[in-house]
């Protein structure tokens, strides 16, 4: 099975920035839309954000909007979450994963591969 691969993350104090990369083979990557979601302990997952099949469209969740930013090097099969002005709040574990269609909301039941995880810390 094809696997989307995670990497960046890690801890920061508040106000700092992150990065979140994702990146996988071209067959996962080519033609898919790539959101990012997050989970912390006892919440449920929370859509983040996600970027169209060619990086036209991004659609971001209300408590990232102006903060996070989403884009893709769709040459270089990746997708990345730049993460600035982070709160304590946003502490979780986040994923990236991918889907067939851009819909307004989106769907988590329509993404049907997702990376291993990376653990976000923000601390106050």
């Known amino acids: 099975q094809e696997q989307l691969v995670q990497s960046g993350g890690g801890s920061v104090q508040a106000g700092g920035s992150l990065r979140l990369s994702c990146a996988g083979s071209?067959?996962?990557?080519?033609?898919?839309?790539i959101g990012w979601f997050r989970q912390a302990p006892g919440k449920e997952r929370e859509f983040v954000a996600q970027?169209?099949?060619?990086?036209?469209?991004?659609l971001y969740g209300d408590s990232v909007k102006g903060r996070f930013t989403i884009f893709r090097d769709y040459a270089k099969n990746t997708v990345t979450l730049r993460m600035s002005s982070l709160k304590p709040e946003d502490t979780a574990h986040y994923y990236c994963?991918?889907?067939?269609?851009?819909?307004?909301?989106?769907?988590?039941?329509?993404?049907?591969?997702w990376g291993q995880g990376t653990q976000v810390t923000v601390s106050s």
């Open positions: 970027i169209s099949r060619r990086g036209t469209s991004t």
């Open positions: 994963a991918r889907a067939t269609f851009y819909n307004e909301p989106p769907s988590d039941a329509d993404f049907d591969s």
């Open positions: 071209e067959d996962i990557f080519r033609g898919y839309v």
